[in-house]
């Protein structure tokens, strides 16, 4: 039934989505983009509020016992600063901006599954909020979203959210248990040194020479002190240092990135990280800062909500049509800031179609959808909703 619902609003969802894509607009600059979605819901007749964290909306949909439980549903609004290369007719307009990660078709999503469920409200048991997220690809827009209350009044007891997999075939689904994203760290670290004629390195102590001794210790965290099991990633990725070829550098600037997916192996690696930095620093006669600026956390899935979407796939779509993710991704997604304060399960739905050509991966220039997954992930979302509150 819910999936005819879905497939019959079809048309109007890839209007929706076209639109979204050809206006695309930057995290915390989705002015026009809050204000399609708040002039939807206007349409719908759902309540709603705007501007929440700069430019997200908070909606709610309120069932026959609004003091009963609410399930909150995210899609996320931001564009990517990237050119768009396919020669369709709703190619983006804004140069330089595209929606090359799903988030348009996460928000059309979004709109489909809330017009099914307004039109049913009376048969829920509990209320349904509409998380409308910005920035998610920049300064993670869920944390100021929880910042300003998004998940209170009523109170959320339980998340979802999915994203468009190119990797997947439209009409399927991909489910992870437990860890999915990982969490990350920006690490800005300042080397000094003393400054000597490159012909006398005695005279001076080599910020260059000691920024690269850091490099290799800093390695060796991953290597030899996190358990081989788990996961973690240091990588820097720019390094500047030096004026002339004939002088020893007295200062050397780095920037890089921590990636875990466990929130203690987070925890020793920065700790082990800080030790590290100091003690060779002062070995070889120098001083660094070492600046962590705190992430995305660790998206991990409650497996009792992941349940409840590979069930809700396998009486939409079929068995055949529900994979098991098998590994998770040291990629991050601001979902898991949401899915830390409730449970939560976060899922693919897969977009790719090799006929048609729609093959390409997110923050690509070509990366595309086939719109059928549109409905598949309103059916998917609505049907959610409903196994929450145990509706048939």
């Known amino acids: 039934m819910v999936k005819k619902e879905a497939e019959q609003l079809l048309a109007w969802l890839s209007q929706v989505r076209q639109d979204f894509h050809m206006y695309p607009e930057l995290g915390m600059n989705e002015y026009r983009t809050m204000d ?28 026959n016992n609004p003091n009963g439980k609410t399930v909150a549903l995210r899609a996320d609004m931001d564009a990517l600063p ?29 709109l489909g599954a809330a017009s099914i469920l307004t039109s049913s409200r009376k048969q829920l048991p509990g209320n349904v909020k509409l998380l409308f997220q910005p920035a998610e690809e920049t300064v993670g827009g869920a944390k100021p979203m929880l910042q300003a209350g998004a998940l209170k009044n009523p109170d959320v007891d339980a998340v979802l959210g999915l994203h468009v997999a190119p990797e997947l075939p439209v009409g399927t689904i991909g489910v992870k248990y437990g860890q999915m994203n990982a969490s990350s760290d920006a690490l800005y670290l300042t080397v000094r040194g003393e400054g000597t004629h490159a012909a ?7 910020a260059i020479v000691i920024a690269a001794q850091l490099i290799s210790s800093l390695q060796t965290i991953v290597s030899r002190n996190v358990d081989a099991r788990q996961s973690a990633v240091v990588t820097f990725g720019t390094i500047e240092g030096g004026t002339q070829p ?22 020793d690696v920065l700790a082990r990280m800080k030790e590290t930095v100091e003690y060779v620093t002062k070995g070889l006669g120098g001083r660094a800062e070492l600046e962590i600026e705190p992430g995305y956390t660790a998206l991990i899935n409650n497996d009792e909500m992941v349940d409840l ?7 939409l779509l079929g068995s055949d049509k529900v994979t098991t993710i098998p590994r998770p991704s040291l990629g991050v997604e601001d979902f898991s800031f949401f899915a830390a304060e409730v449970p939560g399960a976060f899922y693919r739905l897969g977009v790719r179609n090799e006929d048609r050509g729609i093959v390409h991966g997110g923050h690509t220039p070509r990366f595309n959808i086939d719109e059928r997954a549109l409905a598949i992930g309103a059916a998917m979302q609505v049907s959610n909703v409903r196994s929450f509150f145990s509706i048939s």
């Open 82 to 110: 990237i050119q768009e290369a396919n020669d369709v007719p709703y190619r983006s307009k804004h140069e330089g901006k595209m929606h090359a990660c799903g988030h348009d078709a996460h928000m059309t999503i979004l």
């Open 309 to 315: 979407v590979k069930n809700t796939g396998v009486t």
């Open 36 to 63: 399609k979605i708040t002039e939807y819901l206007d349409d719908l007749g759902i309540p709603f509020e705007k501007n929440v964290a700069n430019t997200g909306v908070v909606a709610l949909i309120e069932g």
């Open 200 to 206: 006398y390195p005695s005279g001076g102590k080599d």
């Open 246 to 267: 004939n002088i020893v550098a007295d200062k050397v600037d780095l920037q890089g990135t921590m990636r875990t997916l466990d929130p203690a192996v987070r925890e």
